[in-house]
C-alpha cells in the first residue's frame, strides 16, 4: 500500500476538523474540489439530521450517494455553515478560490452562511496572492470583455452549470482589495475568485500531523 502525499493528508485531517464543528439540526453548504471530496465521507458517517446545499454537480452527485440530503438553493435564504476549499491562503486571510470553477456559486453560499470554514493543506497558505485568479464570465459579448480584462486565459472547459463561461486572470495582484473592486465592477465578470477576510470565519489547514486554526483579523498567522 502506497502512503498518500503530505498534503493529502493534510487536507483529510482539516475536513475532519471541520466535520467536527457541523451541529445537528443545521443548514451546510458543501464547497467543491479534492479537499470537500474528504469532508463528504466524513460528515456522512456522523449521520447528522441535517439539510445540505452543493455548490457544484459533482459534489451533488458525490453527497447523495452518501446519503447526504441535498436540497436545491432556491428555498433556503441562509445557511448555518459553509465549508469549502481553497487554492490560496494570504496572511490577511484572502484567498483565490475557483480552481474547479465553481467559485460563482462557492461565494454565493459562503455568503449566506453564518460562518464559512475553509479547508486546506498547508501548501495553500502563500505569502502573497498570485495569479491565476477564476473568473466566470457572460457568454455575451465574451471577445469584448476579455480583450478588457488582459492579460486573462480562457480555460477551454465546460462552462459553469449557469452557463458561465470559465477564464483565468493572469495579472499582478498588488492589492487584492483593489483586483477584487475592479473585477466586481467590469461588465461581463459574472463572478471572480477572490474572497476577502470578511467572509471567512476560520480556516482550518492541515498542518503535518495537526490542524492549525487562522481566524482572519485576529493575529493568528
Ligand atoms: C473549486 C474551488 C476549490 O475549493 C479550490 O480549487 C481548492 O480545490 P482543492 O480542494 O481540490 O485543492 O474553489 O472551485
Redesign the pocket.
Known amino acids: 500500500m502506497t502512503t498518500p502525499p503530505d498534503s493529502e493528508r493534510e ?1 483529510q485531517a482539516a475536513a475532519e476538523a471541520a466535520v467536527a464543528l457541523v451541529e445537528e439540526g443545521s443548514t451546510v453548504g458543501l ?7 474528504y469532508l463528504l465521507p466524513a460528515l456522512a458517517r456522523r449521520n447528522l439530521d441535517i439539510l445540505c446545499v452543493a ?2 454537480p459533482a459534489t451533488e452527485a458525490k453527497a447523495r450517494e452518501l446519503g447526504l440530503r441535498i436540497q436545491p438553493f432556491d428555498r433556503l435564504d441562509r445557511l448555518d455553515v459553509a465549508i ?4 490560496q491562503i494570504d496572511p490577511s486571510g484572502w484567498l483565490v ?7 460563482t456559486r ?1 461565494k454565493i453560499v459562503a455568503v449566506a452562511a453564518e460562518r464559512f470554514i475553509v479547508i ?2 498547508s501548501d ?1 497558505l502563500v505569502e502573497e496572492l498570485v495569479a491565476p485568479v ?1 473568473l466566470e464570465l457572460l457568454p455575451f459579448g465574451l471577445h469584448a470583455t476579455l480583450r478588457r480584462l488582459e492579460p486573462v486565459a480562457l480555460r477551454g472547459v465546460p462552462p459553469s452549470p449557469d452557463g458561465g463561461v470559465i477564464a483565468d486572470y493572469l495579472g499582478q495582484i498588488e492589492s487584492p482589495e483593489e483586483v477584487a473592486a475592479w473585477l466586481a465592477g467590469a461588465p461581463g465578470v459574472v463572478e471572480h ?1 477572490l474572497f476577502p477576510p470578511g467572509l471567512v470565519t476560520e480556516a482550518l489547514v492541515g498542518d503535518g500531523s495537526v490542524v492549525t486554526r487562522l481566524v482572519p483579523g485576529s493575529g493568528s498567522r
Open positions: 487536507k464547497g467543491t474540489g479534492s479537499t470537500v471530496a455548490t457544484s469549502d476549499g481553497a487554492d478560490k475557483g480552481g474547479g470553477g465553481a467559485h462557492e486546506a493543506s495553500k477564476p475568485g
